[in-house]
């Protein structure tokens, strides 16, 4: 009933290579759902998938029950679907809060006829749009830094300002593609709390794929395993952490020990 | 080089108030209204005329190049257009210059975006062949369809426009004329660019990728792109026409079209003042070196040869934009209350 997104037997191919391979996912509104699983097991595939910058070979995509498959990505982001980059993409020659700015609906859909013949009547409009950007800024702990350039600001700055221009956009749903990558472990708690804050006092449902297996135990209410393209397993955390098949796919990759001996 | 940049980074800081901005703005007015009387030469007035018309030129371009992102080799076809139709409706059905101006830059608007519709999934650099080849099947049709453009011989005696029963006829007039043009442009390409329309268009042209995931419609931004250029570029054909008095396919041949790309790349990409820079740069280094015409494209060639490599971005590049213009206007008026 309260389903926010739901894929069925959702595949990708390049070429030869099955991507992503049948997955079936539920998530419902709320619920902290991570993704993990080795590199190059079609996790940021799957996230494509889901915003629509790569169609579907086959299967399909529900959002709030409604199909999205056939959906451009503009459409996508229109009715509620956010996401971070794991190569962050921010824009280079717009400042901080421009970045977050641009991402606003108001400010895209500003009248190119008002702005140009009467800015000053556009302005009421701009002050509400820039009230509630830095709002969002304060969230993330950059609202100080307004005025610098993106991509001069510290990597874990850049992938919390992608989630504060995420925001921005008004999701229903928020995916973040591997946000604590390149964060010191001070970063990261901050992090915790910024995606805390999202999901309680937002209610915007996140989905998180995230390598690092203490942050990913913590935050998450469910997990779901990816493999070459496969979901592999499913369940809580603790459920995960003891699933020999789960344990097989990350041994033979030698990730999941190399994370637990940090 | 770091030099420049750190004085680039100071200009760009600096604010002006409102009553710097007020005597700013006399100050040009005056040496606006007085240039025609301080420049005496008709020569020198016409090369600042004909400066006036490549900035907005290439403003029309780079909104195409570097705003929306789509590299156009064949903006010579739009600019074309926009005189020819003009030109047309005023020596065969006896319009005046505006409505007429009006109807060919609507017309030139809607063509543009016809032009950038296939294109619209091409890579920049098959954008760019298709765009050339088409300059070229507008300058053939240009000369081969006798009976409607009089072919090579072009068209002459177009009538000057007529504002409130005044006729601009002489080259003061036009001054003053492609003054205000000017002014227009570059208070139009200001606020667009700081609009929150701009601002979209830039995450376009930068990360369309990006775009799509902020909700931005990739498609739409980088047609209207193409019709706002063309649309510019067709009001300075207009103007072109009324100017000279007489248009033929000479004027509009292939080689426009690199000069105006150049402009842009020189003066820089995606910016306004760059824009202006580039074109009166190379409109006005041309007359200054008449001695070595001969080598004027070699000269061309190295110097973008030397630009690709010093300075790609253009002398003045898009990074020297005004920053959080828009929570600036935004806010101007809000302190004071
Ligand atoms: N556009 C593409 N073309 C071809 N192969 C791709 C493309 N995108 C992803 N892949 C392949 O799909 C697989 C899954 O990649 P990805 O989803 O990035 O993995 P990860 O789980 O690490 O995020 C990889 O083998 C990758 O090479
Ligand atoms: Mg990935």
Redesign the interface.
């Known amino acids: 009933m309260n389903t926010i997104i739901e894929t069925k037997e959702v595949t990708i191919k390049f070429g030869g290579l099955v991507a992503v391979d049948s997955v079936n996912l539920v998530q419902k509104k709320g619920e902290v759902l991570s993704l993990i699983g080795p590199n190059g097991a079609g996790k940021t595939t799957l996230f494509n998938l889901l915003?629509?910058?790569y169609k579907c070979t086959s299967g399909n995509i529900f959002f709030d029950h409604n199909k999205i498959t056939d959906l451009?990505?503009?459409e996508r982001?229109?009715l509620g679907i956010?996401?971070t980059?794991q190569n962050i993409?921010?824009?280079?020659?717009?400042?901080v809060?421009?970045n977050v700015?641009?991402?606003h609906?108001?400010?895209?859909?500003?009248?190119?006829l008002k702005?140009?013949l009467s800015?000053?009547k556009?302005?009421k409009k701009?002050?509400e749009?820039?009230d509630e950007c830095m709002e969002l800024l304060k969230i993330v702990g950059l609202e100080e830094m307004?005025?610098e350039?993106a991509t001069s600001l510290p990597y874990g700055k850049q992938r919390l300002l992608e989630i504060a221009?995420?925001l921005?956009?008004k999701p229903k749903l928020l995916l973040l593609d591997e946000p604590g990558a390149g964060m010191n472990n001070f970063e990261k708690e901050e992090l915790t709390d910024v995606i805390h804050y999202i999901t309680q006092e937002m209610k915007v449902t996140v989905l998180i794929i995230e390598h690092d297996m203490k942050f990913v135990m913590g935050i998450s209410d469910r997990i779901i395993v990816l493999d070459h393209g496969q979901k592999i397993a499913e369940g809580t955390p603790a459920e995960i952490q003891t699933n020999p098949r789960v344990i097989e796919a990350y041994l033979g990759s030698g990730e999941f020990k190399d994370e637990e001996d940090k | 080089m770091n030099k420049v940049k750190d004085l680039l980074k100071t200009i760009k800081s600096i604010r002006f108030t409102k009553w710097q901005k007020m005597i700013f703005l006399i100050a040009l007015i005056g040496l606006i209204v007085s240039a025609p009387y301080i420049i005496t030469d008709n020569y020198i007035l016409h090369i600042v005329i004909l400066c006036s018309i490549y900035a907005c030129l290439t403003l029309s371009l780079n909104m195409i190049i570097g705003w929306s992102g789509q590299f156009s080799l064949g903006h010579v076809c739009l600019y074309g257009m926009g005189a020819y139709i003009t030109t047309l409706l005023m020596t065969q059905t006896g319009m005046n210059f505006f409505p007429a101006t009006i109807l060919s830059t609507a017309f030139t608007s809607g063509f543009a975006m016809l032009l950038c519709l296939p294109t619209l999934k091409l890579r920049g650099d098959y954008l760019a062949v298709i765009t050339l080849g088409f300059g070229e099947v507008f300058r053939l049709f240009l000369t081969n369809s006798v009976s409607i453009t009089r072919g090579p011989a072009g068209i002459p005696n177009i009538p000057d426009p007529v504002i409130f029963g005044y006729v601009i006829s002489s080259k003061q007039a036009y001054f003053y004329f492609v003054a205000l043009i000017v002014i227009l442009f570059v208070v139009f390409m200001k606020r667009f660019n700081n609009s929150g329309f701009g601002m979209a268009m830039i995450v376009v042209n930068e990360d369309d990728i990006a775009a799509t995931a902020l909700g931005i419609n990739v498609k739409k931004y980088k047609l209207l792109g193409f019709a706002l250029g063309g649309g510019m570029a067709a009001f300075m054909g207009s103007f072109y026409a009324v100017y000279m008095g007489m248009i033929s396919p000479t004027s509009f041949a292939y080689a426009e079209s690199i000069k105006m790309v150049s402009m842009v790349v020189l003066g820089g990409i995606g910016s306004i003042p760059g824009s202006i820079l580039g074109a009166v740069l190379l409109t006005a280094l041309p007359e200054v070196l008449r001695a070595f015409s001969e080598y004027r494209m070699v000269i061309y060639g190295a110097l973008m040869v030397v630009m690709m490599i010093f300075r790609p971005e253009g002398i003045w590049s898009r990074s020297s934009r005004m920053l959080n213009e828009y929570k600036i206007k935004a806010f101007e008026n809000y302190k004071k209350k």
């Open positions: 915003t629509g910058v451009k990505a503009h982001t229109r956010a996401r980059f993409r921010l824009i280079k020659s717009m400042t809060l421009e700015l641009v991402a609906p108001d400010c895209q859909n500003e009248s190119l702005s140009v800015p000053g556009a302005n701009r002050r749009v820039v307004e005025s350039m221009r995420g921005a956009t």
